[in-house]
Each structure stands twice: as structure tokens, then as C-alpha cells.
């Protein structure tokens, strides 16, 4: 590549025939450029592009000559990739490169990489025990009982932050009738990416993509008062949705997941207040999580949406509004809406600076009015409620695979799965050892006991790679004293402690949710 830069071969644009085209790379045996070509619409042009003796097929643009390019510039990696994400078709070989305009900003793309690579969930979920995934279960987590203690236990935090902010928890059936579903409109829209099942008594089902028309249908089930808005239903939900293999990565992108699901029925007068609500509820959830830097992206109409325009124009009119009364600083994601309503996104930033979009606040006029859901307002008439879709997390899963990367498997002592680890240095302290775990399961703390005749430095080793925030290590003088010596991850001092002040600091930095 070096060479092709210091010829400074000029790049040109030519348009070529569709036919000329097909045939000119069928020649060459580029079978997949000719597909490609084909599929491209009649009203568009086909262009190539040529340096030197080397011509491809590109939309463009590209730099006018190679020596543009710079040195600043690395091939990253290789990896195979099935022809157009389908497991069925031919696997490929893919080559990863990246350029950058100076050689400071390349170095400092490359550390990035490094750090994401040291902070991967996929090697965190193996070395802290958390995770695997499976070829019997593609895209579904195969969860190992400590990954299974800290999603409940993100789950039992988001569940007293939700009741105390006035949401009714619930639960809806995960197959549900294709008729709810064509009408909902997720059929029409979403159909492709649903999981189906033709039963003997020739129904149906569909596994539920999304937890909205469950909830309506709970909205429906009796008749509702304007006095009973706005009303805030949750549910973790377990969603089915399919994705190709070949996007699948991790828990970042999985088939199935559980939604941390809220559908909030109000009224119009209700939507400011409401969004408000949410995003205090949300900001203060993050800020609790580690995340102080949140992006707002206002999320407009797609292509692909049902409704009328002008469903759409009030929609998106009383989103902004609402976005605007209340004074957040937001951003423009045009065409990026849910199919069915506009919605706010939230956006948060990393440790080493990756955006990820989590949160979402969509509000919609379409659904309630499809499924019929109707209240009866101060005036004696029925009225159709605005349907308010709310989500933290959005994926636990997802979110899980957001903490690891962003903690470095690091995770703050509440949220860990294991708080503390008891590990004896001689065989003397073993029954103290098991006084310590039963001392710290009496005040709530998760405790493993490590008695095994290996060294203390091997111990040490081992749970570091596992993440344990806190080990307590007991030795002769500690069973003598009856105090515990604390060491953190990743510190190198210790501090010794009674065993009653030990507990009380861990149980004290657990419930204020502070990092040591």
C-alpha cells in the first residue's frame, strides 16, 4: 500500500453500461461484483473508479490520487464473513483498515482498539464466570450463576427506582395471536424479524418481538378514567427477534434478550410532564451506573412506518415541544425513529469514548387507536390515550455487555456479583474463614470462601483475573486478632480492619453505591 501512495496514481470516476459492466467483471470472475450490479436500481448510474491498471466498482467519492491518502494508515485484521450475512452462502475473507490524517491520531485509534480489545464482555463473561453462548441456542446466553446474581441484580435495582417513581409492574404471555399482531401493525413492519409457529388447530403464534400490544391489551382489559392517567405499566420482558448469524455479537446484539419495558397512557396535556419524569428517572439511573456523560438525539419518522403524515406531524410536534419546555440540549437523528412514533435517544459515553445508544422515550399516536384503546374523559366522552414507550436499558443483556466494557470487568462493589472473597493463607484460619462468609451473608453481602492449600499469591492472582472487587485474606494473626487484612482490586496496599468494621464499611460503600 506504502508503494501504491508513492506512485500518486490519480483516481478517476467512469460510468459505465449495466451490461458492459456485468460482463466486464463476470470476465473476471467477480461473480459477487455482478450480483451487486444487478441488484442496483435501473434510474441509477454505475460507476467505477481506476488507478493505474486497477479498477473497481465503488459508489464513491474517493481522493483524487493515492499520494493523498498519507501514511497514516494500518491494515487492522482478517476474518471471514458469509456472502451478504447469510450462513448459507459462501464464506468470504474480510480485510479491516483504517487512515487517519496524522500519524498522532492513528496511534491514538490504535490504543483505542487495545483498550476496547482488553475490555471485550465476550473474554470478561469466560474469566469472571458470568456467560457462554452455544451453537444449540444461537444468540441466546447461556447465563452462569454469577452473570445470573448481577442481572437480578440490576433488575432489583431498576425495580425499587420504577416503584418509587409510580410504575405498576406486570407481565405479558410471550406467544401471542398473529391476528394482535397484524394489527398492531408489527406484522406489516417488523413480520421478517419475528419468530412464528403454525399450531395443530391451524393458528399463528408469533413469540413477542416487543411488550407494547401486551400492555395495551391490560389497558383495555377495563374501563379507564381520565383519572387514572397517566398510567405507568413495566414489565422485564423476554423478547424473541431474529437477527442474521452473522450480526450477532456477544451480548451486544443477540436473539433473545429482555427488555426493561415501560408504556406510560396519558393524555396530551400529559406528555411534557411525563417526559420530564422520564428523563430524571433515566439521568439519575446513569449517573448511579457510572455514566455521567449522556448524549439527547431527538429520532423522527422512517421510511418504514405506519400512520398517517399527519399522525406523524402532532407526534413529532408535541416530542419537540415537550424537548424544548423543558430545556434539554438535544441533537437532530433524522429518519431514525420507531415505525409506529418519534423518539428521544439516549446516548452514553464510555470510558474510552464509544456512544451507545440505550434509553429511549418514544411517543405514539398510532397504536393505542389500532388496538382500541380508549378512556373516558372529564367531558363523558371516550377518548384514545397517547402511548408513551420507555425504556433504561433497553437490552439487560446489552446493557450487562455496556457495564463489563466500561468497568473493564471493574464493577462497582454493589453491582458485583461476587462482593467479597475469603481467602485463607494458612489452613489455621479455615474455620474463621467460614465465621468471615457467614458474618458477611448475615449484613447482605455476596461472600465465596477460597480454603484451598495454594499460596496466597496464587489466590490473589486468580480472583484478580475474576474481578473480585474486595479479598479479605486471613492468616495466623488475623484469626488471633480477629480482624480481616482488605485488599482491593487493583491496589497494591492493605488495610487491616476488626472484622466488625469491615463488614460495616463494605455494607456502608454498598448502600450509597460510591466506588471505593
Not at 464473513?81 to 474480510?94: H, P, T, V
Request: aromatic fraction near 8%.
Amino acid at each position: 500500500m506504502r508503494e501504491i501512495v508513492a506512485r500518486d496514481e490519480a483516481v478517476t470516476r467512469e460510468l459505465w453500461d449495466r451490461d458492459e459492466a456485468v460482463k466486464f467483471f463476470g470476465e473476471q470472475g467477480e461473480k459477487y461484483k455482478a450480483e451487486i450490479i444487478a441488484s442496483i436500481p435501473a434510474d441509477e448510474e454505475i460507476s467505477l473508479y481506476r488507478q493505474g491498471e486497477f479498477i473497481d466498482l465503488c459508489r464513491g467519492p474517493h481522493l483524487p490520487s493515492t499520494a493523498r491518502l498519507g501514511q497514516a494508515f494500518k491494515l487492522t485484521k482478517l476474518a471471514g464473513a458469509y456472502w451478504r450475512g447469510d450462513s448459507r452462502n459462501e464464506m468470504l475473507q474480510r480485510i479491516y483498515g483504517t487512515a487517519w490524517a496524522s500519524e498522532k491520531e492513528l496511534k491514538a485509534y490504535l490504543h483505542r482498539l487495545e483498550e476496547a480489545d482488553r475490555r471485550d464482555h465476550r473474554k470478561l463473561g469466560r474469566t469472571m464466570d458470568l456467560f457462554h453462548f452455544q451453537d444449540e441456542a444461537v444468540g441466546s446466553a447461556f447465563w452462569h450463576p454469577k452473570g445470573w446474581t448481577l442481572f437480578q441484580s440490576l433488575i432489583d435495582y431498576l425495580r425499587a427506582r420504577q416503584l418509587a417513581s409510580g410504575y405498576r409492574e406486570v407481565n405479558t404471555p410471550e406467544l401471542m395471536d398473529r391476528s394482535l399482531w397484524e394489527a398492531s401493525g408489527h406484522w406489516e413492519t417488523f413480520g421478517e424479524l419475528m419468530f412464528t409457529s403454525q399450531t395443530a388447530d391451524e393458528r399463528t403464534l408469533a413469540v413477542k418481538p416487543m411488550n407494547c400490544p401486551g400492555h395495551v391489551q391490560i389497558f383495555k382489559n377495563d374501563l379507564r378514567s381520565y383519572r387514572e392517567l397517566p398510567l405507568r405499566l413495566a414489565e422485564f420482558g423476554k423478547v424473541h427477534r431474529y437477527e442474521p448469524s452473522g450480526a450477532l455479537h456477544g451480548l451486544m446484539r443477540v436473539r433473545a434478550f429482555t427488555q426493561d419495558d415501560a408504556h406510560i397512557f396519558c393524555t396530551t396535556d400529559q406528555i411534557t410532564s411525563e417526559t420530564g419524569a422520564v428523563c430524571d428517572l433515566l439521568l439519575g439511573i446513569y449517573r448511579d451506573l457510572g455514566f455521567d456523560d449522556v448524549l439527547i438525539k431527538f429520532a423522527d419518522r422512517p421510511e418504514r412506518r405506519v400512520g398517517s403524515d399527519e399522525v406523524w406531524d402532532r407526534a413529532e410536534t408535541a416530542l419537540k415541544d415537550a424537548m424544548d419546555e423543558l430545556g434539554l440540549e438535544y441533537t437532530h437523528n433524522p429518519g431514525e425513529g420507531a415505525f409506529y412514533g418519534p423518539k428521544i435517544e439516549f446516548h452514553l459515553r464510555d470510558a474510552i469514548g464509544r456512544e451507545w445508544q440505550c434509553g429511549t422515550l418514544q411517543v405514539d399516536f398510532n397504536l393505542p387507536g389500532r388496538l382500541g384503546a380508549t378512556y373516558v374523559g372529564a367531558d363523558g366522552d371516550k377518548h384514545t390515550p397517547v402511548l408513551l414507550h420507555r425504556a433504561i436499558f433497553g437490552s439487560l443483556e446489552r446493557f450487562i455487555g455496556i457495564l463489563l466494557e466500561h468497568f473493564a470487568g471493574k464493577l462497582p462493589l454493589w453491582l458485583a456479583p461476587v462482593q467479597a472473597v475469603v481467602a485463607t493463607i494458612t489452613s489455621d484460619a479455615d474455620d474463621y474463614a467460614l465465621e468471615v462468609i457467614d458474618t458477611l451473608e448475615k449484613a447482605g453481602l455476596r461472600a465465596e470462601a477460597d480454603t484451598r492449600n495454594e499460596k496466597i499469591n496464587l489466590k490473589v492472582r486468580e480472583h484478580a483475573l475474576a474481578k473480585a472487587p474486595v479479598l479479605l485474606a486471613l492468616g495466623k494473626r488475623e484469626v488471633e486478632q480477629r480482624t480481616v487484612s482488605i485488599r482491593r482490586l487493583g491496589e497494591k496496599a492493605q488495610q487491616v480492619l476488626s472484622l466488625e468494621d469491615a463488614v460495616a464499611a463494605l455494607d456502608t460503600e454498598i448502600r450509597s453505591r460510591t466506588k471505593a
